[in-house]
């Protein structure tokens, strides 16, 4: 996997930003996969910080992803500008590297990921929100390419 900035990230947290719950995944790049995490609870695309730092200190994670969800034809929407503030609120709070990459068509990706673990098992699928983190995360591992918030 190449370095960005020249740091090697060993794990990766990502979040698929939503104004009402926020999906949350974490990865690594010895396995390059990734593990959903609960859902966080959004007030109007704030989360609960106290929640989220507890989180970040569990997981320690050595850089953070953020869904930038573009429309389809490349333009940004509110939503965008609002995912934005977040990655950066983000970066200033944990003062490791965020950044930002395309999750268009993940949620649906994930969607259907999450209707197939349920038809395969008993017991409760993860959040489609959470499952495009996971794919934000797999991806990134894949071919890491972000911008800055």
Known sequence: MPDLEGLDYR?????????????????MSLTGAASPLALMVMKDGIPDWAILDKTLAEWQPD???????????????????RARKFARRLKHRLNKP?????ERLTTREAREDVRQISSQRR????????MAAVLLIESWFREPVGVLP
């Not at 794990?11 to 999906?23: E, H, L, V």
């Not at 965020?98 to 395309?102: A, I, L, N, R, T």
């Open 63 to 81: 850089a953070c992803l953020v869904g930038l969800p573009l429309n389809m034809d490349d333009s940004e929407s509110e939503l965008c500008l």
């Open 11 to 27: 794990s990766i947290m990502a979040f698929d930003f939503g104004t009402q719950k926020m999906g949350v995944a974490y990865g």
């Open 123 to 130: 017991g409760k699928a993860p959040a489609a929100d959470s």
């Open 98 to 102: 965020v950044w930002m990459v395309d």
